[in-house]
């Protein structure tokens, strides 16, 4: 009672616009994906927006790979998606990255400048 709380955030500069890049590259760890899962899911139900995304998501282990279901129905059925999986702990016959988001996995698979506008 007449206690008072001051609250802040959530800070950063980005604000989407369907169309104002031509790819968006995110990157994402466990729980850290939420923020991406609203862009996603915006350009995703928007046929005229043209942005291709390029998700790299690391999990520790397969079980813990958030929003996986979802994600993978996205980009089964759309090509602006392509999603980039790296675990701490791989399983026999894993196809994605291993390990962290590190300058390796970096190097090879965010856009390197080319003329196209886009925001990792």
């Not at 031509?22 to 466990?30: Q, V």
């Not at 139900?45 to 958030?66: G, H, V, W």
Request: hydrophobic share 30%; glycine share 10%; proline share 5%.
């Amino acid at each position: 009672s007449g206690d008072e709380v001051e609250f802040q955030g959530p800070c950063g500069g980005f604000e989407y616009e369907p169309n104002q890049l031509d790819e968006l590259t995110l990157l994402a760890s466990g729980g850290g994906i939420t923020p991406g899962m609203q862009l996603i899911r915006s350009i995703m139900s928007d046929p005229k927006d043209k942005t291709r995304i390029k998700l790299i998501y690391f999990s520790e282990n397969c079980n813990e790979i958030l929003y996986r279901e979802e994600l993978d129905q996205y980009a089964g059925c759309d090509n602006r998606l392509k999603i980039i999986y790296t675990l701490g702990e791989t399983p026999e016959q894993w196809e994605g990255e291993e390990g962290f988001i590190d300058t390796a996995i970096i190097d090879k698979h965010v856009t390197k400048p080319n003329g196209i506008k886009f925001k990792v």
